[in-house]
């Protein structure tokens, strides 16, 4: 038994939730969310070689993956295999990327279900930004 880091009562080390308070993980020392993150310890340019994150704040936002090789939920980084991704190479579900693989995507060039590219594009509905302008201002737009 050890006490809670909230509000001091007994738990047991094994508890999910302090019965008094309702702390999560209340034997816990510090506790800062649900799920799993990774951070290699090896930086470059201050961003981390590689982190994953699929990770929850208590207050529940989602913690995003920020490094060369970025993985996770919501992803920012140089390589990035997401759900929300934003990189320079990027395989998501959602992205802005220079080269994507993506079921929605913005990016240089793409492969992509919907998407709009600037240099060249694969895909269902795939658009390239410079024909999507013109019929904006043909639309008179």
């Not at 993985?71 to 220079?98: D, K, L, Y």
Request: proline share 6%; charged share 15%; aromatic share 12%.
């Amino acid at each position: 038994m050890k006490p809670c880091r909230e509000c001091g009562q007994e738990v047991s080390e094994q508890a999910m939730g302090c019965p008094q308070c309702g702390a999560p993980f209340p034997a816990r020392d510090q506790w800062d969310g649900w799920g799993y993150e990774y951070k290699s310890k090896a930086t470059f340019l201050g961003l981390p070689w590689l982190h994953i994150s699929f990770k929850y704040r208590p207050s529940r936002c989602p913690v995003p993956a920020r490094g060369i090789i970025a993985i996770g939920q919501f992803a920012c980084g140089i390589i990035t295999i997401s759900q929300f991704g934003i990189g320079v190479i990027s395989v998501s579900q959602f992205t802005v990327a220079v080269w994507a693989l993506a079921q929605f995507a913005a990016a240089y060039s793409l492969i992509a279900q919907l998407g709009i590219y600037i240099h060249e594009g694969h895909g269902q509905v795939v658009r390239s930004l410079g024909e999507i302008i013109e019929l904006l201002s043909g639309l008179g737009m």
